[in-house]
């Protein structure tokens, strides 16, 4: 039996949301530049939203662009930028084919015009596809996002849009850059890092977390099985007993 058959269909999660690491890991191993690293991930990034279509994932959201990796040599940085605008005009057809719609979070303010007018363009023309969404993170992290939400909604209380009252753990979630997509029940990370890198940190409370060694160029159909597999296989709590779960 392979490890496709060996998944129950009602049991796979809703929302996947990876950390794809291990690119310039990946390209040292091979004596290339690091950016050989990302064209790879983004050719195994390709691979994986079509097994996601396939496997009826609703929603699938990637760790592309860190407000950290700012910090990287310019070389590098616009290496990743010219990738994702390629990525972009070679997908776009087939996103639409495919009923994958695009979207983003993150602060792509940051990002030169040419590159966050591609990224709105392609974010527009998806917007009405149902069948699998895929939300990029560019220019994201959890403590920027999470800030940010504090400061909308300190702005809506001065104008009296909402009441101070009316703050909760939801209507927080309603500020956040994920407001429209429900919480991740699985995040995986690969290449063998046991972190999460400022990620979704409000989002993955009570998430599933799995790591793997695999670097992320070398992360296949397969691997997205076992991980998916070892989901299955958990039993969730909620902060509850076992016994109150069964
Ligand atoms: C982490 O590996 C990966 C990144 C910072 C970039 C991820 C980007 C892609 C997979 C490219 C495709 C994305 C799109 C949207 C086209 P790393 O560079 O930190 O690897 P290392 O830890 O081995 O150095």
């Known amino acids: 039996m392979s490890l496709k058959d060996k998944i129950d269909k ?15 890991r990946w390209a040292k191993q091979r004596g290339k530049m690091r950016i ?3 064209n790879q991930g983004a050719k195994t990034l390709k691979d994986i939203i079509k097994i996601a279509t396939e496997l009826e994932i609703k929603y699938l959201t990637v760790y592309a662009f860190s407000t950290e990796n700012w910090d990287r040599p310019a070389k590098e940085i616009s290496g990743l930028l010219s990738l994702l605008v390629n990525s972009i005009d070679q997908e776009i057809e087939n996103a639409n084919k495919n009923g994958i719609k ?4 993150g602060d792509i303010s940051r990002f030169p015009k040419k590159v966050k007018s591609k990224i709105q363009n392609v974010v527009e023309l998806t917007k009405n596809n149902k069948k699998l969404n895929v939300i990029i993170a560019l220019s994201y992290s959890g403590r920027w996002e999470i800030v940010e939400a504090s400061k909308k909604i300190a702005k809506d209380v001065k104008n ?10 939801e ?12 919480d991740p029940e699985l995040l995986i990370r690969t290449s063998g890092e046991k972190r999460i890198s400022n990620f979704l ?15 992320w160029p070398d992360f296949s ?8 597999l070892e989901y ?15």
């Open 171 to 182: 209507k927080f979630s309603d500020y956040l850059d994920t407001s429209e997509i429900p």
């Open 10 to 24: 009602n049991k796979i999660p809703e929302h996947i949301a990876i950390i794809m690491d291990g690119n310039g």
């Open 232 to 246: 299955i296989g958990r039993e969730r709590r909620f902060g509850k007993t076992s016994e109150q779960i069964k």
């Open 36 to 38: 050989a690293g990302h």
């Open 221 to 228: 159909e397969n691997e997205l099985y076992k991980a998916i």
């Open 160 to 169: 009296n849009i909402i009441g101070f009252e009316d703050i909760s753990e």
């Open 201 to 215: 940190l409000y989002q993955i409370a009570y998430t599933e977390l799995y790591f793997t060694d695999v670097l």
């Open 102 to 105: 695009i979207s983003v979070i």
